[in-house]
């Protein structure tokens, strides 16, 4: 064996993950980054050789979009920097992308930001934040500017929640979008109609909760939006679709900005529990917004994966007895968790095909790629490694909810380690990870 301490690290005789095929390759690591990829037989004596044999080596996971310390007034969601990234780790999520507060005028950005920042310094994996808007009122290029100058390129904005003063007004959306393809600003938008839901005119509980905020609204509103990017050639990224509708509208009307100006995002949640759960005793822990759908849309969004780019959790867990304080569903706290379970919940569904979703595709989209997403020398070192044949039965996790959604659910796959930066953050299904998360500047 040749002695080669050149590398700090190597992963030796798994099936590698690169260009959506698997390799019996060696991985090198000189600190954090990738240096060398070989393939296996010949194993260089480095300071650390952790062997892979029949494991899947994957890139790190990428969940673009969580929420993390939302604070709703009256509650607060469960998870923090420090236990939201370590449940992240444990699922294999090696980066996610949180979103400051929303603004409504550009003064508040820096505070919203440094703020972030702050809550952020306990991260046991990588980070960055998308820019959010509310009902936003002032200088769109100017903002645009703003959070470029921050390593932030993307901007969310919502369609609804005219209540809360948080839904954007149609000529200031336009502006948006027509700057985005210029500015490579990704304009994430909750599509959701307002007027119909304000209209929807139902009892305000939890079993008529889904009529509340209808597939309808989601359908429409996508219409809308997606219309306003063909005709001005944007940069759109519609979060958390839930109804596989919207997904056959979009192919049959704008099949050809699909990937290129329109980018679908989808969460666990909707592939696997439905409206029926609102009708049980418990109901309310499964209260989300945008809510779960029938299992016809269920099954059309499962049926059209392959053209959903990016799967994120919408990770927004809250206690059990915080959802279920109040029977009013327009007072209980909206959100569910699984950043811990989001790629066994999907690999269980779709296998090596959801793999993309969760690195590459995100990776570019959001602005990470080539550092992050792709196992490729000079790529960050960041991996999952993954047994295929074990099966795991879903617990409750590190969230500091207590309750998981998913729990006692069984899914086939065992995420076993996650390496970040070239050192594990969880080895062997335990946590060894220290508060070496960074910011990630997104150009
Ligand atoms: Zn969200």
Redesign the pocket.
């Known amino acids: 064996m040749k002695k080669d301490f050149r590398y700090s690290m190597s992963l030796v005789n798994g099936s590698v993950y690169r260009n959506g095929k698997f390799y019996l390759e060696d991985i090198y690591i000189s600190d954090q980054k990738i240096t060398k990829i070989v393939p296996s037989g010949k194993t260089l004596l480095c300071k650390k050789i952790v062997d892979c044999t029949n494991k899947l080596v994957l890139p790190g996971f990428i969940d673009p979009?969580v929420?993390i310390n939302l604070d709703l007034g009256e509650f607060k969601s469960s998870d923090d920097y420090e236990s939201a990234s370590k449940a992240a780790a444990f699922g294999g999520i090696t980066t996610f992308i949180d979103?400051l507060e929303p603004i409504n005028n550009i003064d508040e950005f820096d505070k919203k930001l440094i703020q972030k920042h702050k809550e952020a310094e306990n991260s046991y994996i990588d980070y960055s934040f998308h820019t959010t808007v509310g009902n936003y009122k002032d200088d769109v290029e100017r903002l645009i500017e703003k959070t470029h100058e921050n390593g932030i390129p993307s901007i969310k904005l919502f369609t609804t929640y005219s209540e809360s003063n948080r839904k954007i007004s149609l000529a200031k959306l336009q502006e948006f979008l027509s700057n985005s393809s210029k500015t490579d600003t990704l304009i994430l938008i909750?599509a959701e109609n307002d007027e119909i839901i304000l209209n929807a005119n139902v009892e305000d509980t939890v079993e008529s909760y889904e009529s509340s905020r209808p597939a309808i609204a989601e359908i429409s509103e996508i219409k809308n939006i997606a219309k306003i990017a063909a005709d001005c050639e944007g940069k759109l990224y519609i979060?958390?679709v839930t109804c596989g509708s919207s997904i056959e509208f979009l192919k049959e009307n704008y099949q050809e900005l699909l990937g290129k100006n329109i980018f679908i995002e989808s969460c666990p949640q909707y592939f696997h529990l439905t409206k029926d759960l609102f009708n049980q005793e418990n109901g309310n822990i499964f209260l989300l917004a945008p809510p779960l759908r029938s299992s016809e849309e269920q099954k059309k969004l499962k049926d059209n994966i392959s053209s959903i780019h990016s799967i994120g959790t919408?990770h927004?867990p809250f206690t059990k007895e915080e959802k279920m304080r109040y029977k009013e569903a327009s007072k209980i706290p909206k959100g569910l968790g699984s950043l811990e379970f989001s790629f066994s919940l999907m690999y269980y569904l779709f296998g090596n095909d959801i793999i993309d979703k969760f690195t590459i595709n995100p990776a570019k989209i959001h602005n990470l790629y080539p550092k992050k997403g792709i196992i490729q020398v000079g790529s960050d070192a960041d991996f999952v490694i993954f047994d295929p044949v074990k099966t795991q039965m879903i617990e409750l996790g590190h969230s500091q909810s207590d309750y998981n959604p998913f729990e006692s659910m069984v899914t086939n796959g065992m995420i076993e380690s996650t390496i970040l930066q070239g050192k594990f953050v969880v080895k062997n299904r335990k946590f060894v990870g220290g508060k070496r998360g960074q910011f990630i500047k997104r150009k």
Request: glycine fraction near 0%.
């Open positions: 979009h929420h979103f909750h979060v958390h919408d927004c």
